[in-house]
């Protein structure tokens, strides 16, 4: 059974990891069920969060301003966790955000590794709940900042290790590593047509921009611009 991985855990600006972006990382790397190392790092999305991700993870945009981009973050994530099997808590939740800012950064990113979420749900079918918060107090593990990434991760190792203990002689299969299989397309920058025009019908329904438009992708554009139709119309209607 695994004993040596990088465990990690993401906050992002939303679930979708074609337009939302990642705005924490935070993993621990653990050898013979020990960790050695940590990462943990604040990222600028290039646009607002929402004050529902605020109140959920305590991440406010002023925290945010001002901190390295995930073109500088991920890279360092990816070097911090080498060739290491990957373990998290839902972890294909965070896999496809990473994967997808991989993908856009010209980077391979192809890894396996453990869910705790997964091997909840088979050991423990009987519990209301698999939810992260919810295992850690049932067994007692430390988790005094949930939703941030860091302890995320840490609390999940220890959950891990905790799981393994406990149905690891059972069920051994249930801790061995998996591929990971999802597939992305490298998204592509917004478009001068897009650019215009979601430009002028800021201008014209006097919208101030939380969000460097430069930035965005196609399809955050295309996302924006179809809110600013379905909520105040078109130019001139």
């Known amino acids: ?31 013979e069920g020990k960790v050695v190392d ?5 990222i600028d999305p290039g646009v607002e969060v929402s004050p529902f991700i605020t109140d959920l993870t305590g991440i406010s945009n002023d925290m945010l301003s001002g901190q390295a981009e995930i073109s500088e973050v991920l890279p360092a994530f990816v070097r911090f966790a080498g060739k290491d099997y990957l373990l998290g808590h839902n972890i294909m939740f965070d896999y496809r955000f990473l994967k997808q800012n991989a993908m856009n950064l010209n980077m391979e990113f192809d890894r396996s590794g453990m869910d705790t979420l997964k091997i909840a749900r088979k050991v423990l079918p009987h519990l209301e709940s698999r939810a992260l918060d919810y295992l850690c107090q049932y067994y007692g593990i430390e988790d ?14 220890r959950l891990y290790l905790t799981l393994m203990e406990q149905y690891g002689a059972q069920m051994p299969e249930l801790f061995e590593p998996s591929p990971f299989r999802y597939s992305v397309k490298k998204l592509q920058p917004i478009t001068e047509k897009q650019k215009k025009y979601l430009s002028a019908l800021m201008k014209y329904h006097n919208i101030p921009a939380d969000f460097d438009i430069e930035k965005l992708t196609k399809s955050e554009a295309s996302k924006k611009i179809d809110k600013i139709l379905s909520e105040n119309g078109r130019i001139f209607d």
């Open 38 to 42: 940590t990462f943990s790092s604040l």
């Open 144 to 157: 005094k900042n949930h939703h941030r990434a860091l302890n995320d991760a840490g609390a999940t190792s």
């Open 1 to 31: 059974m695994i004993k040596d991985y990088v465990c990690v855990d993401i906050e992002t600006s939303g679930i979708h990891s074609k337009w939302d972006r990642i705005i924490e990382i935070g993993a621990v790397k653990v050898r």
